[in-house]
């Protein structure tokens, strides 16, 4: 009796101290609270197979020079954009690497790092580390930026290492400013981007293609959404099944137990 008191008020005292370490975060990151603007909306659509066939091209044409999508392999996507392996090495695939291999960057690890001092991260779950609204704004938000080493900066990543690889395609935006906060200062930040020069595609089709790269990556973050979804229903109507059946075992035991004299009105 004696210890479950004391376990009750080690758990009394320990509780403040749960929450406060649970609530912490979100007040440690307030003090480097840095203004960003809202995040556009895309609807994923991962039934087109032609617009995600042209994300896999963007994505392993253009950002598998230097990010590495090592949790997926060439046959994998092939399968998932419905083309066979060969036309997966002959149109999409250019590192030279097999077609069951994984999505491995080229570019050698320690190079990215010196020029930028850090290594870009894997692609394989950032629609999911990331949400699908997320890689899209941040996709259209890069500006121009003289005093960044790679030229530009990006609206929603504060002084980004990444350089604006589809510029050629979107044209280059200069930055809105505004008031906002900086790392927890008051600061005039970028809080929007405004179309410099014309990119060889026209905006509409430029949000198109960075719709078709996020749809593209949702499809590699979520490699069996597909399956799932036309399993679940078969899977409740088993578990649907059990119930009926266990409920009928149930009966069938319990038909010839006689438990009159263990209701609890007959010990009273
Ligand atoms: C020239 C090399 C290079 C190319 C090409 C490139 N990236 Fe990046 N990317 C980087 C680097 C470096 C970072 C790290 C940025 C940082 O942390 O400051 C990065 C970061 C990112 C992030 C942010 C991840 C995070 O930390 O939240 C995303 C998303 C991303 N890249 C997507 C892409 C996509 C999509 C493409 C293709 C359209 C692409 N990248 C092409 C170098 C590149």
Not at 77 to 96: C, H, V
Request: hydrophobic residues 45%.
């Amino acid at each position: 009796m004696r210890r479950s008191f004391s376990t009750v008020r080690l758990t009394a005292a320990a509780l403040p101290l749960a929450l406060a370490v649970a609530f912490s975060g979100p007040a440690a990151r307030a003090s480097t609270k840095t203004s960003v603007p809202p995040l556009m909306h895309m609807k994923v659509d991962t039934s087109n197979l032609a617009n995600l066939r042209t994300g896999a091209l963007y994505v392993l044409h253009r950002c598998a020079a230097c990010h590495s999508i090592q949790g997926t392999r060439f046959s994998s996507i092939a399968k998932q954009l419905g083309i066979t392996n060969s036309e997966m090495q002959k149109y999409l695939n250019e590192s030279g690497r097999l077609v069951h291999d994984t999505v491995v960057t080229a570019m050698p690890k320690g190079i990215m790092k010196q020029f930028v001092s850090i290594t870009p991260p894997d692609l394989t779950v950032m629609a999911e580390a990331q949400s699908p609204d997320w890689l899209y704004t941040y996709l259209k938000s890069f500006y121009l930026d003289p005093t960044r080493p790679t030229g530009v900066n990006n609206v929603l990543f504060h002084n980004v290492a990444m350089p604006d690889v589809l510029a050629n395609l979107q044209g280059l935006q200069s930055p809105v400013i505004k008031e906002g906060w900086l790392y927890g200062q008051p600061a005039k930040v970028a809080m929007g981007v405004k179309q410099l020069t014309k990119g060889t595609m026209t905006p509409a089709q430029f949000d198109q293609t960075a719709q078709d790269i996020v749809d593209f990556l949702y499809v590699v973050a979520h490699p069996h959404a597909k399956e799932r979804a036309a399993l679940g229903p078969w899977i409740m109507g088993l578990f649907g099944l059990l119930t009926i059946f266990s409920f009928l075992l149930y009966k069938v035991y319990w038909r010839r137990v006689d438990t009159s004299h263990e209701r609890w009105w007959n010990h009273r």
